[in-house]
């Protein structure tokens, strides 16, 4: 079955730098779009950043652009989330995903807790 495992979350200062990585399996991945969410606690969840397997289009939230690098490996397996300048908002669960064509995200990580500390 499909699995998607986050991994590289922690604890960090405000100004450092971190990378999320999104391991994917059960499937073959070309022609979907990955993306990364977060939930901060008492927020709803946001779309943060995404990334086409086929071509490699990124995809950013406004608040994170310039700072956040969403990028995936040729083997079609592994998406990655550079993460620079990292602020205390943050803060949050972050979350990888996986969808096809305009559908709606289906599948979904167990998340992964980035904290950044002031």
């Known amino acids: 079955h499909v699995q998607l495992v986050e991994s590289g979350g922690g604890l960090v200062q405000a100004g450092d730098s971190l990378t999320l990585s999104c391991a994917a399996s059960?499937?073959?991945?070309?022609?979907?779009?990955m993306g990364w969410f977060r939930q901060a606690p008492g927020k709803e969840r946001e779309f943060v950043a995404a990334?086409?397997?086929?071509?490699?289009?990124?995809y950013y939230a406004d608040s994170v652009k310039g700072r956040l690098t969403c990028s995936r490996y040729d083997d079609k397996t592994t998406v990655y989330l550079q993460m620079n300048s990292l602020k205390p908002k943050d803060t949050a669960v972050y979350y990888c995903?996986?969808?096809?064509?305009?559908?709606?995200?289906?599948?979904w990580g167990q998340g992964t807790q980035v904290t950044v500390s002031s």
């Open positions: 059960g499937r073959t991945f070309s022609g979907y779009t």
């Open positions: 995903a996986a969808k096809w064509g305009a559908r709606s995200y289906e599948y």
């Open positions: 990334i086409t397997w086929l071509g490699g289009i990124t």
